[in-house]
Each structure stands twice: as structure tokens, then as C-alpha cells.
């Protein structure tokens, strides 16, 4: 790229800026589109989060719960008796 071209310009070369819907960043810190890029740079392009990582955790535990339950252990599958 040429010297002083911005994220936007980078994005737009790669052919990936129709995928920015949200943030962008460089190496995991949010910048603007018009923020320069310097040689080296990874320009990186944010989504939303599809699940609330809170509830995916959640709703992880309550079918493990659910589950051993049903087969009458508590233990999880890592501590079974026999597994090493």
C-alpha cells in the first residue's frame, strides 16, 4: 500500500470492506476507517457476537446438568471413574 493509506484504503484493496458492518481494528485494538495502517499492520474486521457468551455458558451447564442427571452421576465425564 501506498504511505499514508488508511484502514479503509487497505479494506477496500483486499476487496473485504462490504464485510464491515461493525468495528475495525489493528492488533486487537479498535480504530477508525480512516486511522493509518503502517507497514506490517494487521487490520483486523469485528463481528457482533451471534450468543451472549454469558448465556451460551449458561445453557452449556443446564444440558450437562440436565443430562447427568438423567443417568444418575454428578461426575463429569473427565473425572469418571477408569478414565486416565
Do not use: C, Q, W
Not at 488508511?6 to 476487496?15: E, F, I, W
Amino acid at each position: 500500500m501506498r504511505s499514508g493509506a488508511t484502514v479503509r484504503d487497505v479494506l477496500a484493496k483486499s476487496g473485504l470492506l462490504h464485510l464491515v458492518r461493525g468495528k475495525v481494528g489493528i492488533f486487537g485494538k479498535v480504530v477508525r476507517e480512516d486511522t493509518p495502517v503502517a507497514n506490517g499492520d494487521r487490520v483486523e474486521i469485528y463481528r457482533p457476537l451471534a450468543v451472549d457468551p454469558k448465556e451460551a455458558r449458561r445453557a452449556r451447564a443446564a444440558t450437562y446438568t440436565n443430562r447427568s442427571r438423567r443417568a444418575g452421576s454428578a461426575r463429569s465425564p473427565s473425572r469418571a471413574p477408569g478414565r486416565r
